[in-house]
């Protein structure tokens, strides 16, 4: 197994590159979008949980899910959406009204639909 970085963000069950991503996808959001884990009721950790989940549908690394990435996210949840659909999803998840998900809209909804339950990617 490889190393694990030793940041809140990290978790044993990943890869160093996994936690890297998590960790990286983390600080940006707190350095662009202003984003708290604690306003959410959320530990460095379980932010770090979120995170990774996040990063794992983020397939080009922008810091945030566009269309095709939101598809593929509802379809490993189990929901196929066609075009129509995944654009509504978009509509409803983009707080900011930018036409992405970005991980503080991703996590306002993960918190809101699981409760406290951590995602299990």
Request: aromatic fraction near 10%; include cysteine.
């Amino acid at each position: 197994m490889s190393p694990v970085l030793n940041l809140p963000t990290t978790s044993a069950n990943r890869s160093t590159l996994q936690n890297l991503s998590a960790y990286l996808t983390l600080a940006n959001a707190k350095e662009r979008l202003g984003f708290e884990p604690s306003s959410y009721g959320l530990s460095e950790a379980e932010a770090g949980e979120i995170a990774y989940v996040f990063s794992t549908y983020d397939l080009n690394d922008d810091y945030r899910l566009e269309l095709s990435e939101v598809k593929r996210l509802c379809s490993e949840l189990g929901k196929e959406l066609n075009d129509e659909e995944a654009r509504e999803a978009v509509r409803i998840l983009d707080t900011s009204k930018n036409g992405y998900v970005e991980l503080d809209e991703f996590v306002a909804w993960w918190t809101k639909t699981k409760g406290s339950a951590l995602p299990s990617a």
